[in-house]
């Protein structure tokens, strides 16, 4: 036997393909067992197995569902989870991912109204095809409640509030305990029998799992699917959820809600009402206008086809070249007037003088502007001298002398800042403030703290 035209595996490979086949072909799969090896790894993860009497299987539950998981699990407890199949591919082991976890007695419950769900959902019951749309104006209203349940009480109140004109019905039924079903069931039959009221509401308020129980009775969901007439569930709260709930028509959170959605609100009608009757108003007003204009045309051209119609208008026509034939002169006249009138207005405007006149009022402005402008240059400049001469002053060396200081030269001209400049009998020539004085060297000094002893000839 040859392996060329066959599929050669790695092992990894192998494990690898099947890993997919189990998690594709099996899908999510509901389990009761013993737990067993329980460890709650540091990652968060946690790893068991699952055993009953005559086999086992590994599990994992990884950090991000079992955080879900309200309860401690413990070796020895039974428990119902939901898994889907896999492999731990790199010792080739068989195991359950797990996805919830529940204790194994409310568990079953929970796993039998899964299954019911799923069971009823396949049939059809719950199918988006087969709901019908809520009456936009019931003529009566249905209310299969308790009559001493907190859900009367306020479907009454929001139905008082917003459609009081609608009567509403209601077919009292036990809404908790074993004979619920039966109740509400028999209730169901009776409305749809009698044909009183164009929708229904079910409900009631909310309470524990257990008590709404009766709602997810598959009689009471197979007899909501099949009522003729449309209903609506409001079983508790907005976060209770029932299979009454996926068999009605339309779902609400609440009672109240319930009540909101079947009637319409009496003062909305009476605005909707106002606007339909402004519009048929405006509608008839614009026939009516219509029907008219129609009429003036069909009398026009009735009045463009009776000879007698016609000759009246051409004798009007007559009189009217007539008047205008007596008239001619006046007009020519007032037409030749209005000429004349633009052209002295033209002629104005034209005018030499005038000109003249606008040009000598421009040059005065000119002149005018250009003295103001000379005057802001001259001060301009003033001020700007102002700040030279008074910064070349604060640097220039007269002012440094008239302030005491004096200033030392050579015979060459080099003035001398360091006694070592100068040679002893060196005359030199000190400049003061005013006027200068010839000084003969005696002796240097180079210590500033000392003082020299010199004899000098002043000139």
């Known amino acids: 036997m040859t392996t060329s035209s066959q599929t050669i595996f790695t092992v990894s490979r192998l494990n690898s393909t099947v890993r997919i086949l189990l998690e594709q ?28 009497a005559g086999a086992q299987v590994r599990c994992a539950m990884f950090r991000g569902n079992n955080r879900r998981v309200s309860f401690r699990p413990q070796d020895g407890m039974q428990v119902l989870v939901q898994a889907r199949l896999s492999l731990y591919e790199p010792r080739g082991e068989y195991q359950l991912v797990l996805e919830s976890m529940r204790p194994a007695g409310a568990g079953m419950q929970q796993l039998q ?18 709901k019908r749309a809520l009456p936009a104006l019931p003529r009566a209203i249905g209310l299969i409640t308790s009559p001493t349940g907190a859900a009367i009480h306020d479907l009454l109140t929001v139905l008082g509030r917003r459609a009081p004109e609608i009567p509403v019905i209601l077919y009292p039924a036990q ?28 409900g009631r308020g909310g309470g524990a799992s257990e008590d709404l129980a009766a709602f997810n009775d598959e009689a009471l969901v197979r007899a909501i699917a099949a009522s003729t007439l449309p209903v609506v569930s409001a079983v ?58 129609s009429l003036q045309l069909l009398e026009m051209k009735l009045s463009h086809l009776h000879p007698q119609r016609r000759l009246e208008q051409r004798q009007q ?5 007539a008047a205008r034939l007596q008239r001619q002169p006046e007009t020519q006249r007032q037409r030749l007037g209005l ?46 001298l102002g700040l030279t001469l008074t910064r070349l002053n604060a640097i220039s060396p007269l002012a440094t ?59």
């Open 25 to 52: 072909e099996m899908g999510l799969v509901w389990l009761v067992g013993e737990i067993s090896n329980l460890t709650l790894h540091s990652s968060g993860h946690w790893y068991l197995t699952l055993k009953d």
């Open 113 to 130: 109204l899964e299954q019911l769900k799923q069971r009823l959902q396949a049939e059809g019951l719950f199918a988006s095809e087969r």
């Open 175 to 202: 809404v908790q305990g074993e004979q619920a079903p039966a109740h509400l069931i028999s209730a169901l039959a009776c409305a749809n029998r009698r044909q009183e009221c164009d929708v229904l509401i079910l």
């Open 236 to 293: 508790g709260h907005e976060s209770d959820v029932t299979l009454a709930d996926f068999a009605a028509d339309l779902r609400a959170p609440t009672p109240s809600a319930a009540a909101e959605l079947v009637s319409p609100d009496q003062r909305e009608m009476q605005q909707r009402l106002l606007q339909l009757t402004s519009r048929l108003q405006q509608g008839w007003l614009r026939h009516q206008h219509a029907l008219r204009h």
């Open 317 to 321: 026509r007559l009189d009217e070249l």
């Open 339 to 384: 000429q004349l009138q633009t052209l002295q207005q033209r002629l104005r405007l034209q005018d030499p003088q005038q000109a003249l006149r606008d040009a000598a009022h421009r040059l005065e402005r000119l002149e005018h502007r250009l003295r103001q402008a000379q005057t802001r240059h001259h001060e301009m400049r003033q001020h700007a």
């Open 401 to 459: 002398l008239s302030r005491g200081y004096s200033i030392t030269q050579r015979a060459h001209g080099e003035v001398v800042i360091d006694a070592r400049q100068v040679q002893i009998g060196e005359r030199l020539t000190t400049r003061l403030h005013r006027g200068e004085v010839i000084v003969e060297v005696t002796e240097t000094h180079l210590d500033a703290g000392k003082k020299p002893a010199t004899r000098s000839d002043a000139r």
